[in-house]
């Protein structure tokens, strides 16, 4: 059962997959679509949540973060047909990379179109998308029909949280609701790949080795990498 918690900072909905989460996702789709932050299990962390096409929502975000304007941040859309809309061309590279690695843990990153909020690229005029794999955070994006920012959620500089309660203890009242979907994987975040440049380049190595890009695409010198 969905089941309500009280808690220091925003309110919690535990969650069993098992038995649905529609009510769970209407609230949080309400939060949402007020402007509000939900914090989310992914594949990896704790993502946090808000509105993508909401400025006053996003700036909200940066704030509870303590994240410095000119990082930008990730979105994850409601399916891999959106995608069109938010970026001004999907280049055949990121075509073969989304047919095998989507929904899942690889972030591409897109030259931005114009319906992508500037907060977001902070100024760089690119974005990162991913279609995730984890049923609660599409469920997020579904439900509003828009992207939702899918940055982690904690204070900026601290580690990534892999539980509600490290969640609530990192943004406490900041964040509007919590969907607890009890412990993810942790360890690493989503890979991150740079499809704006040919060959793409790896920006950050995560759940999605380099091993599994071999043979399908080419990528650029591994020296590249970031941490």
Same mark, same amino acid.
């Given at each position: 059962?969905?089941?309500?918690?009280?808690?220091?900072?925003?309110?919690?909905?535990?969650?069993?997959?098992?038995?649905?989460?529609?009510?769970?996702?209407?609230?949080?789709?309400?939060?949402?679509?007020?402007?509000?932050?939900?914090?989310?299990?992914?594949?990896? &962390?704790?993502?946090?949540?808000?509105?993508?096409?909401?400025?006053?929502?996003?700036?909200?975000?940066?704030?509870?973060?303590?994240?410095?304007?000119?990082?930008?941040?990730?979105?994850?859309?409601?399916?891999?047909?959106?995608?069109?809309?938010?970026?001004?061309?999907?280049?055949?590279?990121?075509?073969?990379?989304?047919?095998? &690695?989507?929904?899942?843990?690889?972030?591409?990153?897109f030259e931005a179109s114009?319906?992508?909020?500037?907060?977001?690229?902070?100024?760089?005029?690119?974005?990162?998308?991913?279609?995730?794999?984890?049923?609660?955070?599409?469920?997020?994006?579904?439900?509003?029909?828009?992207?939702?920012?899918?940055?982690?959620?904690?204070?900026?500089?601290?580690?990534?949280?892999?539980?509600?309660?490290?969640?609530?203890?990192?943004?406490?009242?900041?964040?509007?609701?919590?969907?607890?979907?009890?412990?993810?994987?942790?360890?690493?975040?989503?890979?991150?790949?740079?499809?704006?440049?040919?060959?793409?380049?790896?920006?950050?190595?995560?759940?999605?080795?380099?091993?599994?890009?071999?043979?399908?695409?080419a990528l650029a010198e591994?020296?590249?990498?970031?941490?």
């Amino acid at each position: 059962m969905n089941k309500p918690d009280k808690s220091v900072g925003g309110s919690v909905i535990r969650l069993d997959l098992s038995e649905g989460m529609d009510k769970a996702v209407k609230r949080a789709k309400d939060v949402l679509l007020s402007g509000g932050l939900v914090a989310y299990p992914t594949e990896s &962390f704790y993502g946090l949540g808000a509105d993508a096409t909401n400025d006053r929502a996003i700036r909200r975000l940066f704030l509870a973060k303590k994240r410095k304007p000119d990082h930008p941040l990730l979105i994850l859309i409601p399916a891999a047909d959106s995608l069109a809309r938010y970026v001004n061309a999907v280049p055949p590279v990121a075509r073969r990379l989304i047919g095998k &690695f989507w929904p899942g843990a690889l972030t591409l990153i897109f030259e931005a179109s114009p319906e992508i909020s500037p907060l977001l690229t902070a100024g760089t005029g690119k974005i990162g998308i991913r279609l995730s794999s984890h049923p609660v955070a599409t469920a997020l994006a579904r439900a509003i029909g828009k992207p939702i920012t899918g940055t982690s959620a904690n204070i900026s500089g601290e580690p990534a949280c892999p539980s509600a309660g490290e969640v609530l203890s990192s943004l406490q009242e900041k964040v509007d609701l919590v969907l607890d979907g009890g412990k993810t994987p942790g360890e690493t975040g989503s890979t991150i790949l740079d499809v704006t440049t040919a060959p793409p380049r790896i920006l950050r190595e995560g759940m999605v080795p380099l091993s599994e890009f071999e043979g399908l695409v080419a990528l650029a010198e591994t020296n590249d990498v970031t941490p």
